[in-house]
């Protein structure tokens, strides 16, 4: 079983930046392939970004502007997030799962409560 709790969102204006927070707690976190996505108000949840060792891959709407990485001792992952735009607006959520290909098909073991974003114009 594994735990994930997100925290970092906010309220923030066109421009600024953010970063989230998913900590992990539960199976050794080395043990997962890591994602964010999220899910804005009326439409479906996507996928943001992942990462596999070093290897991170990004949806084409955040590439340049997020980035993904991890911290294995304290088992934090993190989404920095820069040059926000309103249509980021979303409720973000951390995934870990044991099969990389899960996270690029919107799949995943674990699930964290997420967090909100929200960009204003």
């Known amino acids: 079983q594994v735990r994930l709790v997100e925290s970092g969102g906010g309220l923030v204006q066109a421009g600024g930046s953010l970063r989230l927070s998913c900590a992990a707690s539960g199976r050794p976190f080395s043990s997962y392939y890591m994602g964010w996505f999220r899910q804005a108000p009326g439409k479906e949840r996507e996928f943001v970004a992942s990462?596999?060792?070093?290897?991170?891959v990004y949806a084409d709407s955040v590439k340049g502007r997020f980035t993904i990485a991890s911290d294995n001792v304290k088992n934090t992952v993190y989404l920095q997030m820069i040059s926000l735009i309103p249509e980021d607006t979303a409720t973000y959520y951390c995934?870990?799962?044991?099969?990389?290909?899960?996270?690029?098909?919107?799949?995943?073991?674990?699930w964290g409560q997420g967090t909100q974003v929200t960009v204003s114009a």
């Open positions: 990462l596999a060792g070093s290897n991170a």
């Open positions: 995934a870990a799962t044991r099969y990389y290909s899960d996270l690029s098909h919107g799949r995943s073991d674990y």
